[in-house]
C-alpha cells in the first residue's frame, strides 16, 4: 500500500536525525531551559520579526492549542471557531476540557470572516442577558484550514483588525503553516502571521519533524507564567531540547519552505490529474491536502492499491475522499497514483 | 408597568410562606437529610408511580443540569442538545466547566427527534476517528422547550427507545414541566416521564416555589454518591427541608398542576388577543410562554405599560416578542392586557 | 431532643419571614438585578465603609468560596489556607473542582499567621523549581475559624500587610462573621474586615437567614465579570432578591449583630458550666461553637437528651465535642443544658 | 561542568537512534495504532505476565499520571500520595487541573504504608460528614520514590491487599522503574508490580529513551475508553510509533535493566565516597538518586565543576544535595567525582 492517507506517516528529515544522533550525548539543562531551544527560538524572532515574542516548543497540535485557549480566557469566556475547526470536532473535548466552550460558527470553505466574529461579538454584547451566556474572547483559525483553504493576506488582516477593536485574541493553528505559506495563490508570510496573530504556532509533526511544534506568542498578554500553564496541562517535556534541536534544522536555510513546497507540487500533480479525469471537488485547496470527489467504482480501485480517507459521502454514487502529501511524499509514489488515475 | 418579562417574578404561593412560618422553628438537621425531605421525596416517587427513584431538593435549574450532567459523562464524553437548549446557550458555559462538551442539534421548534440522536450517534462510531471525537452519552431535552413547545407522548417513548438501544443517558429539564403536563394538547404525566427518562426535574422556582427545583433520578446507574457530586458543584443547601417544606405544599391535592393550568389559561387569553388582531406568531407554543410578532409600533405602544421580552429581530418592521404568565399572573392583568391588545 | 448540633437547625428570623409575605407580590426582576439588592447592596457598603465594593448575594458559603477562588486565580496558581480550612476539609472538592489547588498550612488554632503566608510565598518562588509547582496567589482565612477562634486585628493587619506586598488576595470566608465581630475580646468591625480584605462574605444562613450571604469584593482586580462567574458556576438565584431582602432585615438597626451576641452568650453559658465541672476544652473559643473534652460516661449521658457533634477523639476514655449555639438558642434550653451538666 | 543535577541530560541510547534512523521512511498509521506499538506492547505484556493488560504509550510523565487519575476518579473522588509525591508537589497543579485533590499523607522516607491507606479510608467513611469530604478511591505511589527509596515486595503486597479489600485503585509512577527494580536489596519484579497494581508505567525518558513511557493498565475498570481519555488530556502522540520503537530498543535482551544497573553502580560508587568521608545522608537510597549532607565548604567546592541540585537545608552550615547518575553517566565522570570528594 502506498500511503496518501496523512502527512505524518514518516519520522523526520533525515537532517534531523542526523544532528540528534551527532548531539546526543551532550548534556542539557531540561525542560526546554537550554541553549538549544535558546537557539531555535532566536531563530524563529528573526524569522518573524518579532524580538519580543516568547516562543514555546511544544510536543503537538492538541497541547498547543488546549494550553493556550486556556491561558488566554477566563472561565466564563469561549473561543470562536469554525464549526469544522479542529478544536471543535477532533479533540475529544480537550478544550471543554479546560472548562471552555467552543462557540462554533458556520463555515463551508473552513475559514472565518472578519463579519462573522464581529457579529458574534456583537450579537453577545448586544443581548440584555449575555451574562448569561458565553462570552467570546479568543478566534482560533487554522492556516491551512482543515480542508486545506489558506488565509489571504486581506482576510487576515480584516480578523485581525475586528478582533483587536473588539479585545479579542486571535490565535492561528498552524499545524500546516508551512504548506500554507507556499502555496500557490498565497500572499501570507511569517511576520506577517506575527504581526496580525496574538499567537500562532509553527507546525513540526506534520512538516519534517519527529513530534513538536513551536508556539509562537506575540501578545504581552499571553506570555506571563506560561511555563507554569504548559506544566499544569501535561505538556512540558524533559527534553525540551529534543524539539529545539529540529526546528533548529528545519529554519536553517529555509529547509521547512522547501519540504512543503515539494508537498504542494505534489498535491497539484495528484489535483491535475484528477481533473483532467472530469472529477470535480469537495473543496478547491492549494495545499497538501485534496478533496476529489470520486465515483464508487474509481475510489474503489484505488483503494486496493493506496491508503487515503474518506471525508464525506457525497450521495450514493460518490464519496468525496482526501489524498494528503508531505515533505516525504515520494515522486515515485505520485507518478504512480497519476497513472493509475489516467487509468481508471 | 405590568410584567410579563419572566414567570419568577414573584416570590412564592402563599401557602408556602404560611408553612414555612408555622414551621420556623421546628429543629432540623442540614443539608437535605430531614424528615421533611423524607416525606416530600415519598410524594415524588409515589405521583411519579416509581417507588425506588432516587430524589434530590436543588437550588435552581442550572445547578440540576450541571450536576447531573457532571455526574453521568465521563470526561471525554457530551451531551446532546438542541442548539437553542438551555445548558447551550444560557448558562454561561455552566456545562464546559465541567469538563464537558454540549453536542448541539440543529432544531426550529426547541426539540429533539430519535432520528436526530440516532444519527449523532452513528455518526460517532461510524467515524473511523471517533477517538478523537466527544462522544455522545447523554440526551439533553426540556419540556416544555426554551419556545413553550410540548413534547408528545410518542415523541418522548421514540427519544426514550433510542437513548435506550443506544445506550444513552435521558435528561429532562423541567423548569416549567407543570406548564407542560397541564398544557392544551400535553399527553404526558409525571409516571410517563418518570418511566422514560433517566433523571428529570420538577420545577419549583417558576412554579410557585420561592426557589427550588425537585431532581429525581430513576437510573441507577446515575444514583451512587450523588450527594458528594452535589456539595462538590457548590449546590448542596445548608437548610435542605426548606426546599422539601415548598414541594410539600406545592405536591398537596395537585396544587402544582393548578397553578401551572391557570398560567396556561392566562397565556391563551393573550395569544388569543393577538391572534384576533391578526398577528402571526414566532412559534406555535401550548404553554405558559407566548411569542406573538408584532409590528414596531404595536411593540411601542404595549411597552410603555407592560414588560416583555425581546425574543428575535424578523425584519426590519417586525419583531418576535415573548409575553410569559405564571402561576402568580392576575386575571386583571390580563385582562388590561387584551383590551389594549384589541385597541392598537 | 434539644438541638446544639449547629447553627442552621431553625428556619428564619421571624422579622424576615414577615417582610417576604409582607413583598411577596411585589414583582421584580430576576437575577438579583433588582431595587432590593441594590438596597441591601448599598447598606453594606456604608456599614463597611467601602462605598466602591461590588456586592453579590449568594445562596451559600460554597458557592461564594469556589466563585471567588475560580475568578481571583490562573489555573497553575493555588489558594493558602490552613489545614482545618473548610475550603481543605468540607467541601468535597470544590475548589479542586474548579481546577485549583489548596494548598494547605498546618494551624492548631484554625488561624494562618503572616509569617506563615510569607514562608509559603518564599518557598515558592525561592525554589528553582517553581515552574512545576502551583503558584500561591491567595490566602483564605475564615473568621471565626471551623473551631471558633477569632483573628485580632494586628493579626489580619499582619496578613493584610503580607498579602498585599507579595501581590496576593487575601479572602475571608464569613460564615459565622457575626458571632466573630461580636465575640468576647474581638477588636475587628466590618470596616477594618473591608479595609484588609480583597473579598470576604457577611454569613446568613447561620445567622439569622433562610438561606444566603452577602459577598463583599473590595479589590479592584477581582471585580470586572464576576456575575459571569457566578452564573457559570451554577450559582446565580432567580430570585436574587429573596437574599437581599434577608440582609435588609438583618442589617437594620443591628439586628444581625444582636443575634450573634445572643448565641455567644449562651454559648459562653455552657462553657462556664463545663468549667465549673473542671473539664478543659480542645480549643478556647470566643464565638458561638464550644469544644469541651467530655469523659466517655458525660458524653453519653448527656447524648440522652441533647444533640451535638463528635469533634475528635483524644484518649480512650475523652473525646472533644461541639455545642453549637445560634441566634435562635433558646434561653430555656441552655439553662437545662447547664443544669444537666453540674449535674452530671 | 560535568552533570549530576538529573537523569534525563542526555538523548537517547545510541541503538534506539539507530532504529529509528533505519526505519525512518517505514510508513505507519498515526496515534499508535500501528504494528511497532502493537509489538511492543506484546513484549511488555509478556514481561509482566500480564497477557490481558492494555499498554498506552504515553509522551510523559505528568501526561501519564493525569491522564490515569483522571480517568480513574470521578468528580468528587481523590487521590491519596505521600506529602512528597510528584503529583502533590511538582505537577504544578496538573491533578486539580483535572479536578480532583491529591489528599496527601505524611510520609518521611516518600512511602505509603497500608496503614496509612487503610486509616485514611477508614477516617473517611467513618465521619459523619463524609460527603462533605473528597472520596478517596485511588492510591499514588512512585517506586522508587522522589527520593530514590523502593518498595519491598512484602510492603507492596500490604498496599495493594490493603487498596483491594477497600476497593481502591494501586497506581504506581514507575518514572524511574528500572533503577528500582536493579536496586540493591529490591525484590521486585515487573510480573509483581504488574500482579499487585492496577496501571503502572515504565518509564523511558529517564531511562534511555528519547521521550516516552508505557503505561499498563491491568484493571479492567481502567480499560474501557482510554484512548479518548488521552486525547482529551492532549497525550496522544500523533506518531505514537515513535515511542513503541524505543521500548521495543529497551526491552530487547533485558537493555532497559543493564543500563538501570550501571546506574545505581554509579550512585553507589558516589554514595561510597561521600560515607568514606564521614558525611551522612538526607535519606538511606539504593537507587539512581544519592542525597548525601554536605558541609557548605564541600558543597561550593564541589560545584565549582559537578552540576548537582539543592534538596533540602539541614542547618546554617550543612545542605542536603542530589547527585543523580542515568543509564548515560560515564565511569570517568564518576572517578573524578570520587577523587574530589576524597580530597576534600
Redesign the interface.
Same mark, same amino acid.
Given at each position: 500500500m502506498i500511503?496518501f492517507?496523512?502527512d505524518?506517516?514518516? +519520522?523526520?528529515h533525515?537532517a534531523i536525525?542526523e544532528l540528534? &544522533?551527532e548531539?546526543?550525548?551532550? @548534556?542539557?539543562?531540561?525542560?526546554g531551559e537550554d541553549p538549544v531551544c535558546d537557539k531555535a527560538a532566536r531563530m524563529i524572532r528573526e524569522l518573524c520579526h518579532v524580538p519580543q515574542a516568547d516562543v514555546h516548543f511544544m510536543?503537538? +497540535?492538541?497541547?498547543c492549542n488546549?494550553?493556550v485557549i486556556? &491561558?488566554a480566557l477566563?472561565?466564563? @469566556?469561549?473561543v470562536l471557531s469554525a464549526d469544522s475547526g479542529h478544536i471543535n470536532?477532533?479533540?475529544?473535548?480537550?478544550i471543554?476540557?479546560?472548562?471552555?466552550?467552543?462557540l462554533?460558527l458556520p463555515s463551508t470553505d473552513g475559514k472565518l470572516t472578519a463579519a462573522q466574529v464581529e457579529k458574534a461579538f456583537r450579537d453577545h454584547w448586544g443581548d440584555?442577558?449575555h451574562?448569561?451566556?458565553?462570552?467570546p474572547k479568543m478566534v482560533y483559525i487554522s492556516n491551512p484550514t482543515e480542508i486545506g483553504t489558506i488565509y489571504s493576506r486581506a482576510e487576515l488582516t480584516a480578523l485581525s483588525d475586528t478582533c483587536r477593536k473588539n479585545g479579542l485574541f486571535l490565535y492561528m493553528d498552524g499545524a500546516r503553516l508551512g504548506y500554507g505559506l507556499t502555496a500557490r495563490g498565497n500572499d501570507l508570510d511569517l511576520p506577517a502571521v506575527a504581526a496580525l496573530c496574538d499567537a500562532f504556532y509553527i507546525g513540526g509533526?506534520?512538516q519534517g519533524a519527529?513530534?513538536g511544534e513551536a508556539l509562537v506568542i506575540t501578545s504581552d498578554a499571553l506570555k506571563p507564567?506560561f511555563?507554569?500553564?504548559i506544566?499544569?496541562?501535561?505538556?512540558?517535556?524533559?527534553?525540551g531540547w529534543?524539539i529545539g534541536r529540529q526546528f533548529e534544522v528545519l529554519l536553517q536555510d529555509g529547509l521547512y519552505f522547501s519540504l512543503a513546497r515539494h508537498a504542494n507540487e505534489m498535491a497539484e500533480k495528484i489535483a491535475h490529474a484528477f481533473r483532467q479525469k472530469g472529477y470535480s471537488f469537495f473543496i478547491d485547496s492549494p495545499t497538501n491536502q485534496q478533496f476529489p470527489i470520486l465515483p464508487n467504482s474509481a475510489r474503489e480501485a484505488l483503494l486496493r492499491k493506496y491508503s487515503f480517507?474518506?471525508w464525506a459521502k457525497v450521495d450514493d454514487h460518490h464519496t468525496a475522499v482526501r489524498f494528503c502529501t508531505s515533505w516525504?511524499t515520494q515522486q515515485s509514489a505520485v507518478d504512480a497514483l497519476c497513472a493509475d488515475i489516467a487509468a481508471l
Open positions: 500511503q492517507q496523512c505524518y506517516c514518516e +519520522g523526520a533525515p536525525l540528534l &544522533a548531539t546526543n550525548l551532550v @548534556q542539557q539543562p531540561g525542560y510536543v503537538g +497540535g492538541t497541547p488546549l494550553t486556556a &491561558a477566563r472561565p466564563y @469566556q469561549g470536532v477532533h479533540e475529544s473535548g480537550a471543554e476540557g479546560t472548562g471552555h466552550k467552543v462554533a440584555a442577558t451574562q448569561h451566556m458565553v462570552q509533526t506534520k519527529l513530534l507564567d511555563r507554569y500553564m506544566k499544569r496541562q501535561g505538556g512540558l517535556l524533559a527534553k529534543l480517507a474518506d516525504a
